[in-house]
């Protein structure tokens, strides 16, 4: 699979609208772009995934890229409960499942 | 509906035993993996399963082994336990190769 970068860490706001960015500069033409997170002491939970046009869920939002690059996950207003480490990964139907790699992720700490 | 089911939630084992990590999915799903989760690191890929009778190996497979009889169970077995593997371990299941996985809550396993 293609590699993702993403910031260490970042820090918001409560209620304020969250833009976490995630680089994949060797994207192909077949992988999606997923996002997940991982709440403290749990399991990694979905969050949303997306192909080409930008995507809506009740969780999230999802902006990519004209030339797919990069995307963002937008959090629309910030809750003590989005605390989390956020994931970006890219997956290929192509790709069976071998090596689908979380990374280490962005940790979102969301202050009051 | 119980999604991914992970037994047992803690366990404690002695150098050199074994042992068998369960999981089970009531969402007939393809799709199994295995993971570990070191502390402060990302998730790494143990095993996958894209079917019943067909597993494959991921990053790092070493020192345990997998099998999948049925669609819904994909144990995970630890044949001589050594510290290195002390981790959590997360097990998750999906549709298709492409799509969300659903992650269960986790089995916390020390080895001293």
């Known amino acids: 699979d293609a590699k993702t970068t993403q910031p260490n860490s970042m820090e918001s706001n409560e209620e304020e609208p969250v833009h976490l960015p995630c680089n994949h500069s060797?994207?192909?033409?077949?992988?999606?772009i997923h996002w997940y997170r991982q709440l403290p002491s749990q399991g990694p939970e979905y969050v949303i995934h997306?192909?080409?046009s930008n995507v809506n869920n009740r969780m999230a939002s999802l902006a990519i890229a004209e030339d797919r690059k990069s995307s963002t996950l937008i959090l629309h207003r910030a809750t003590l409960r989005d605390a989390a480490v956020y994931y970006c990964i890219l997956r290929t139907s192509d790709n069976y499942g071998q090596n689908f790699v979380f990374g280490p992720g962005t940790r979102l700490s969301v202050l009051p | 509906n119980a999604g991914v089911t992970q037994t047992p939630k803690f366990r404690i084992l002695k150098i050199g035993q074994s042992m068998t990590l369960q999981c089970a999915q009531d969402m007939n799903h393809n799709y199994m993996y295995w993971y570990r989760q070191d502390p402060g690191m990302g998730l790494k890929l143990i095993y996958y399963?894209?079917?019943?009778?067909?597993?494959d190996k991921g990053e790092v497979p070493n020192g345990y082994n997998v099998s999948r009889s049925t669609t819904e169970d994909f144990p995970l077995r630890l044949e001589l336990a050594a510290p290195s593997q002390t981790s959590v371990y997360f097990c998750a299941s999906s549709w298709a190769s492409n799509q969300p996985q659903h992650f269960g809550d986790g089995t916390r396993l020390s080895i001293l």
């Open positions: 997306g192909l080409t």
């Open positions: 399963s894209v079917g019943a009778g067909i597993t």
């Open positions: 060797t994207i192909s033409g077949t992988d999606y």
